[in-house]
């Protein structure tokens, strides 16, 4: 199990290798990501040798940079590995109703690879549009 609080800068980070469940969620907004995506994609490294038959990977951004950005794809890109062994992998994209970037964001990424995305809309402040 891997598990990171998170920071005004970078998302909590969830993922469960005994389930094949993987969350991240929050701001991906750090100047200096390095540190903070190579342990994640080290962990991911490791879980490729043995992953489940089901790897689901939430992604809910509250807002993302360039440098993380770039992180974030070549996670992507290395759970697409395991796609193209044959593994079921998801990616579920939560974003936010009229934030168009990060559903462009989410977009984009899904052409770039074969992993099928699940686009999950979501009302912000909902209780206080009623």
Known sequence: MYYKESTKETPIVSLNPDKGV???????????????????????NNYSRKPQET??????????????????????????????????????WVYKNGEDGNYELGKDYNEMVSIPFEFIETVENFVSNI
């Open 22 to 44: 993987f969350l991240i969620d929050g701001n991906c907004e750090s100047e200096s990501p390095d540190e903070f995506f190579t342990e994640i994609t080290n962990w991911i």
């Open 55 to 92: 790897t689901t990977l939430t992604i809910n951004l509250g807002g993302i940079n360039i440098s993380s950005s770039k992180y974030l794809l070549n996670i992507i890109y290395q759970l697409e590995a395991l796609h193209k062994e044959n593994f079921k992998v998801r990616i579920r």
